[in-house]
């Protein structure tokens, strides 16, 4: 009987620790919300860089607008800048400066002037295509849109579909711009990287 116990008293300090880890374990597993994985777990593969055209038309005129203001602050009317303004689109995207040309998607989201001393948006959309093997996919965008400068700089700030992960940057450049009705037709190149 001696010989048992000291051997369990040798022992102790050994299954304390067992017993301490893997309750540790077991803790972190039950009150842990997230993993770590490898992306194989998802099928992800090498990542690519794509670039992507095309047209984005606001039409703010007309019988069938696809750009709406939907609120503006007090000040708003007196503001040179249109500050407060803020405007809801779900606009057309095509492959063209023509409206009439392929429809390849569409711009859903939020833009409304931020800037007290120019015409400059923060932009909140998401590009949604409806077409080829991009169908179903979004990209995400958020960033400021200085209207009256040549080529403006917004980054790509997630996706979904085949733009899952995607990350990169839209470079807007108005092509057309009714100073009367606030029509506009904005080309635009993304570039993105994907998997």
Same mark, same amino acid.
């Given at each position: 009987m001696a010989k048992i116990f000291a051997y369990t008293t040798a022992s102790f300090p050994f299954l304390l620790i067992v @017993?301490? +880890? &893997?309750?540790?374990?077991?803790?972190? #597993?039950?009150d842990s919300f997230s993993r770590n994985l &490898?992306? #194989?777990t998802l099928g992800i593969k090498r990542e690519k860089l794509s670039h992507l055209q095309f047209y984005f038309h606001d039409i703010l005129s007309g019988r069938n607008p696809t750009a709406v203001r939907v609120a503006q602050a007090d000040s708003t009317k007196r503001s040179l800048s249109s500050f407060g303004l803020i405007t809801m689109m779900d606009?057309?995207?095509? !492959?063209?400066?023509? @409206?009439? &040309? #392929?429809?390849?998607?569409?711009?859903? $989201?939020i833009y409304a002037s931020a800037s007290q001393s120019e015409l400059s948006f923060l932009m909140a959309l998401n590009f949604v295509f409806s077409e080829g093997k991009y169908n179903?996919?979004?990209?995400? @965008?958020? $960033?400021?849109? &200085?209207v009256f400068s040549g080529v403006r700089e917004m980054p790509v700030v997630g996706g979904s579909g085949l733009f899952r992960f995607a990350r990169g940057y839209a470079q807007a450049k108005t092509h057309d711009l009714d100073f009367k009705t606030g029509d506009a037709v904005v080309e /635009?190149? !993304? /570039? !993105? +990287?994907h998997y």
């Open positions: @017993i301490l +880890f &893997s309750s540790t374990l077991t803790t972190a #597993k039950s &490898s992306p #194989k606009d057309p995207l095509t !492959v063209k400066p023509e @409206i009439s &040309s #392929k429809l390849v998607g569409r711009a859903q $989201g179903g996919s979004t990209l995400s @965008i958020l $960033g400021r849109n &200085s /635009y190149n !993304v /570039y !993105v +990287f």
